[in-house]
């Protein structure tokens, strides 16, 4: 009875325990049998600096008598020779180019003197841009060469010479940067997406020579040449084949056209023929007929070609772009249709089923906040005004972009409407009623339009009825902008205008830059730039306003003996930022950085750094905005905030803002801020004010065309100041600092509290 209740009771887990069993009997058998002969070498051997592995190589190892010594590891410590000089490790300025990545396709185009400034051209503007780089080849160089086009000239008009000396160029200077090269002649029209597509299936390590093969004149073998009017392709490694045989075919294959001298030398010499399709790729190309129409031609071969030959004008190269351009609309188009077809079709196998599917079909949902911080505010609009404004007026007028993109918006939501309802019913706008929009960071601007339309029906009758449409545009694909490489070794010169008034912050932006900067051996030179009054200037001699200033620089030249702070003093009744840069743009060679600063800002390394990144000579200037605290009166009134807060509220951005109304502080070059003085001179001949009126930022933008670069800048503090505004300067530039000071008070919130308080106290 006691063995059946027992029994009864782990019943349930005897299933586990034959398991467990079972498995370990099984491990403990393949134990063994592994194991083998404990007497057994393992025939690895490392005495001789030698690793032996396999049966082969213990067998000889054992007739070699270190056939029975057991694996040993030995460490290899490093130790510096110190009679061996030390190599420097160099490293290349890209990665792509240390791990030997090549760039995919490298086009050259044979041009002549005749055609550089017509045909060339037209190719340039069309499809010049789309391929990574574009080489023109032309035998002699007009005397105006066409402004952004890459044009190599080798100094003879042969045809044949042309191609010699362009083939020997491409392998010469660009032979290991490329995996494809494409040779083309200006009469030829591209498709710059497909042909970069082909490429990019095509493997790099074949000797390929690809285009539309062409009979021999005689037509008696069976190798063919590719016919230059449609562009052919060659391989990094045909071409790298081809280079020690070009002299011997420059000089024995005799031939008229080119494209048939380059087919002979490549087919006496490689072996190799021209083909139309490789590893199931075809090239495919299309032949332009005399007078041919490209709006009208609708063929399948015509829409799906790489190249299109014989171009006879630029006017003709340019309608075919379009027409291209329209091809590629329309197809993809029809790609996003396929795609929302079946993302709609996949949504019923998905938990949340249709209701899942967002509008528009395939745009990124709308951000969902999380908290009521994060709520995307609506801008409410009409066809005139706008109800919020850059300067928090309530109302302003519609004006410049902003009108634009609602005439736009307004004039796609009633084609929509004439679309989806036409025959039965067709709309004409009469006005917006109400207009609501928001820009979503997750899928674009968001708009919801309250029109009046008037509907017409088939029969002539019309209503006025009132209609809410919804509109998105989404935001496009990411494009990444090539920019120029910068270092953060440059040096940087800071500037520091001081005028009287500003004498008691100097000593506070000393004590910061010679910690920031000096103790930490940074590459920066800073210069004081004195301002005095005509008043101060004439009792310099008798009593110097800027002599406590002047002996703190002293003091930090006295205890960095290696360091010298020049000073220029300047003597001016309205301190414009202009004029100053003016005198210290003569007195810097053209290729400085120059750091523009003020004397309440907080130079660190995080800053200088950045300024060297974000200013590019003859590219990008950089005008940082500033985080500014704000007034300690407002914020803490009676009580004084605690050190470890304090320390805390400064690193996290807390208690302050950006000030985007200030534009003291900029990174620019020398040589960009003296290009676009140059180009404002004539202005300033028909108007002498213009000097006192604009700031440093204002001539980089309407004269330089340059990209100005403006953005936050979390490394750059300044603590709280009332600046004084002076009001001989533009009307713009006084109202941008009585705005700062006035935002820089406090936050709502902290003014709310304090007008609160203010009338409590006042009530009792």
Same mark, same amino acid.
């Given at each position: 009875?006691?063995?059946?209740?027992?029994?009864?009771?782990?019943?349930?887990?005897?299933?586990?325990?034959?398991?467990?069993?079972?498995?370990?009997?099984?491990?403990?058998?393949?134990?063994?049998?592994?194991?083998?002969?404990?007497?057994?070498?393992?025939?690895?051997?490392?005495?001789?600096?030698?690793?032996?592995?396999?049966?082969?190589?213990?067998?000889?190892?054992?007739?070699?008598?270190?056939?029975?010594?057991?694996?040993?590891?030995?460490?290899?410590?490093?130790?510096?020779?110190?009679?061996?000089?030390?190599?420097? @490790?160099?490293?290349?300025?890209?990665? %792509?180019?240390?791990?030997?990545?090549?760039?995919?396709?490298?086009?050259?185009?044979?041009?002549?003197?005749?055609?550089?400034?017509?045909?060339?051209?037209?190719?340039?503007?069309?499809?010049?841009?789309?391929?990574?780089?574009?080489?023109?080849?032309?035998?002699?160089?007009?005397?105006?060469?066409?402004?952004?086009?890459?044009?190599?000239?080798?100094?003879?008009?042969?045809?044949?010479?042309?191609?010699?000396?362009?083939?020997?160029?491409?392998?010469?200077?660009?032979?290991?940067?490329?995996?494809?090269?494409?040779?083309?002649?200006?009469?030829?029209?591209?498709?710059?997406?497909?042909?970069?597509?082909?490429?990019?299936?095509?493997?790099?390590?074949?000797?390929?020579?690809?285009?539309?093969?062409?009979?021999?004149?005689?037509?008696?073998?069976?190798?063919?040449?590719?016919?230059?009017?449609?562009?052919?392709?060659?391989?990094?490694?045909?071409?790298?084949?081809?280079?020690?045989?070009?002299?011997?075919?420059?000089?024995?294959?005799?031939? @008229?056209?080119?494209?048939?001298?380059?087919?002979?030398?490549?087919?006496?010499?490689?072996?190799?023929?021209?083909?139309?399709?490789?590893?199931?790729?075809?090239?495919?190309?299309?032949?332009?007929?005399?007078?041919?129409?490209?709006?009208?031609?609708?063929?399948?071969?015509?829409?799906?070609?790489?190249?299109?030959?014989?171009?006879?004008?630029?006017?003709?190269?340019?309608?075919?772009?379009?027409?291209?351009? $329209?091809?590629?609309?329309?197809?993809?188009?029809?790609?996003?249709?396929?795609?929302?077809?079946?993302?709609?079709?996949?949504?019923?196998?998905?938990?949340?089923?249709?209701?899942?599917?967002?509008?528009?079909?395939?745009?990124?949902?709308?951000?969902?906040?999380?908290?009521?911080?994060?709520?995307?505010?609506?801008?409410?609009?009409?066809?005139?005004?706008?109800?919020?404004?850059?300067?928090?007026?309530?109302?302003?007028?519609?004006?410049?972009?902003?009108?634009?993109?609602?005439?736009?918006?307004?004039?796609?939501?009633?084609?929509?409407?004439?679309?989806?309802?036409?025959?039965?019913?067709?709309?004409?706008?009469?006005?917006?009623?109400?207009?609501?929009?928001?820009?979503?960071?997750?899928?674009?601007?968001?708009?919801?339009?309250?029109?009046?339309?008037?509907?017409?029906?088939?029969?002539?009758?019309?209503?006025?009825?009132?209609?809410?449409?919804?509109?998105?545009?989404?935001?496009?694909?990411?494009?990444?902008?090539?920019?120029?490489?910068?270092?953060?070794?440059?040096?940087?010169?800071?500037?520091?205008?001081?005028?009287? $008034?500003?004498?008691?912050?100097?000593?506070?932006?000393?004590?910061?830059? =010679?910690?920031?900067?000096?103790?930490?051996?940074?590459?920066?030179?800073?210069?004081?730039?004195?301002?005095?009054?005509?008043?101060?200037?004439?009792?310099?001699?008798?009593?110097?306003?800027?002599?406590?200033?002047?002996?703190?620089?002293?003091?930090?030249?006295?205890?960095?003996?290696?360091?010298?702070?020049?000073?220029?003093?300047?003597?001016?009744?309205?301190?414009?930022?202009?004029?100053?840069?003016?005198?210290?743009?003569?007195?810097?060679?053209?290729?400085?950085?120059?750091?523009?600063?003020? =004397?309440?800002?907080?130079?660190?390394?995080?800053?200088?750094?950045?300024?060297?990144?974000?200013?590019?000579?003859?590219? $990008?200037?950089?005008?940082?905005?500033?985080?500014?605290?704000?007034?300690?009166?407002?914020?803490?009134?009676?009580?004084?905030?605690?050190?470890?807060?304090?320390?805390?509220?400064?690193?996290?951005?807390?208690?302050?803002?950006?000030?985007? %109304?200030?534009?003291?502080?900029?990174?620019?070059?020398?040589?960009?801020?003296?290009?676009?003085?140059?180009?404002?001179?004539?202005?300033?001949?028909?108007?002498?004010?213009?000097?006192?009126?604009?700031?440093?930022?204002?001539?980089?933008?309407?004269?330089?065309?340059?990209? =100005?670069?403006?953005?936050?800048?979390?490394?750059?503090?300044?603590?709280?100041?009332?600046?004084?505004?002076?009001?001989?300067?533009?009307?713009?530039?006084?109202?941008?600092? @009585?705005?700062?000071?006035?935002?820089?008070?406090?936050?709502?919130?902290?003014?709310?509290?304090?007008?609160?308080? $203010?009338?409590?106290?006042?009530?009792?």
């Amino acid at each position: 009875m006691r063995l059946s209740s027992f029994l009864a009771v782990f019943r349930p887990a005897l299933p586990l325990i034959l398991g467990l069993s079972l498995g370990c009997s099984l491990s403990l058998l393949m134990v063994s049998w592994t194991q083998g002969d404990a007497e057994d070498s393992c025939g690895d051997e490392l005495g001789n600096g030698r690793l032996h592995m396999g049966r082969g190589d213990a067998q000889r190892d054992s007739r070699d008598g270190g056939g029975d010594e057991d694996f040993q590891p030995r460490v290899v410590p490093y130790h510096k020779d110190p009679n061996k000089p030390h190599k420097k @490790v160099l490293r290349t300025r890209y990665i %792509h180019t240390e791990l030997g990545i090549r760039e995919r396709l490298l086009v050259g185009v044979l041009t002549s003197r005749a055609t550089l400034n017509t045909l060339a051209v037209a190719v340039n503007r069309t499809v010049g841009h789309r391929f990574h780089r574009t080489f023109f080849f032309t035998g002699l160089r007009s005397p105006k060469v066409p402004h952004g086009m890459t044009v190599v000239a080798h100094g003879d008009d042969r045809p044949v010479w042309l191609m010699y000396e362009t083939v020997r160029h491409l392998n010469h200077h660009y032979g290991s940067d490329y995996d494809w090269f494409l040779l083309a002649q200006d009469d030829t029209y591209m498709q710059a997406d497909r042909l970069s597509e082909l490429v990019g299936h095509l493997s790099a390590g074949q000797d390929l020579y690809m285009g539309r093969a062409e009979e021999f004149i005689g037509g008696e073998e069976k190798a063919r040449y590719c016919h230059g009017g449609y562009g052919y392709l060659l391989s990094r490694s045909l071409l790298s084949r081809l280079q020690p045989h070009l002299d011997t075919c420059r000089n024995d294959i005799l031939s @008229v056209r080119p494209d048939e001298w380059l087919g002979r030398c490549i087919i006496d010499y490689l072996g190799l023929s021209c083909v139309e399709a490789y590893q199931e790729r075809t090239y495919r190309y299309f032949e332009l007929g005399k007078n041919a129409d490209p709006e009208r031609e609708d063929s399948i071969q015509f829409k799906t070609a790489f190249t299109v030959h014989p171009i006879s004008e630029p006017s003709l190269m340019y309608r075919l772009h379009k027409r291209f351009s $329209q091809i590629e609309l329309e197809f993809t188009y029809q790609q996003i249709q396929q795609l929302q077809v079946q993302i709609n079709n996949l949504s019923d196998l998905t938990p949340e089923g249709r209701a899942g599917v967002t509008w528009p079909v395939g745009i990124n949902p709308p951000f969902k906040p999380r908290t009521r911080f994060e709520v995307i505010n609506w801008e409410y609009f009409t066809e005139e005004h706008i109800y919020s404004c850059v300067d928090s007026s309530p109302k302003c007028e519609m004006r410049g972009a902003d009108r634009a993109d609602v005439s736009a918006v307004l004039e796609v939501a009633v084609e929509r409407l004439n679309e989806r309802y036409q025959p039965q019913l067709r709309f004409r706008k009469r006005r917006l009623l109400n207009g609501y929009r928001r820009f979503d960071p997750t899928r674009g601007m968001e708009y919801v339009l309250d029109l009046a339309l008037e509907a017409y029906t088939q029969k002539g009758h019309s209503q006025v009825l009132a209609k809410r449409v919804n509109l998105l545009r989404p935001l496009s694909a990411v494009e990444i902008i090539p920019m120029p490489y910068v270092t953060e070794a440059t040096r940087v010169q800071v500037i520091l205008p001081v005028t009287a $008034q500003d004498q008691d912050f100097v000593g506070n932006f000393l004590d910061v830059f =010679v910690m920031n900067t000096l103790d930490t051996h940074d590459n920066v030179l800073l210069t004081f730039l004195f301002i005095y009054d005509p008043f101060d200037a004439q009792r310099v001699s008798q009593t110097d306003v800027f002599a406590g200033i002047k002996a703190m620089i002293g003091e930090v030249e006295k205890r960095y003996g290696d360091v010298k702070i020049p000073w220029i003093s300047v003597k001016t009744e309205v301190p414009s930022q202009v004029k100053l840069m003016d005198i210290i743009s003569k007195k810097h060679p053209v290729d400085t950085l120059f750091f523009l600063a003020g =004397v309440w800002t907080e130079i660190n390394a995080d800053f200088l750094n950045r300024c060297r990144m974000n200013a590019i000579s003859n590219w $990008q200037v950089f005008f940082p905005i500033h985080f500014q605290e704000y007034s300690p009166g407002v914020m803490y009134r009676d009580q004084q905030p605690s050190a470890a807060s304090s320390s805390f509220a400064s690193e996290s951005l807390r208690d302050g803002h950006f000030d985007r %109304h200030v534009f003291e502080e900029a990174c620019f070059y020398n040589a960009d801020y003296m290009t676009s003085r140059t180009k404002m001179a004539a202005d300033i001949l028909d108007n002498e004010e213009l000097l006192e009126s604009l700031d440093v930022y204002d001539i980089f933008v309407r004269y330089s065309g340059l990209h =100005v670069f403006r953005a936050v800048e979390p490394a750059l503090i300044q603590k709280y100041v009332r600046r004084a505004c002076n009001p001989r300067f533009s009307e713009d530039i006084y109202h941008r600092c @009585v705005l700062s000071n006035l935002q820089g008070l406090g936050s709502r919130s902290h003014l709310a509290m304090a007008l609160f308080e $203010q009338e409590q106290a006042n009530s009792t």
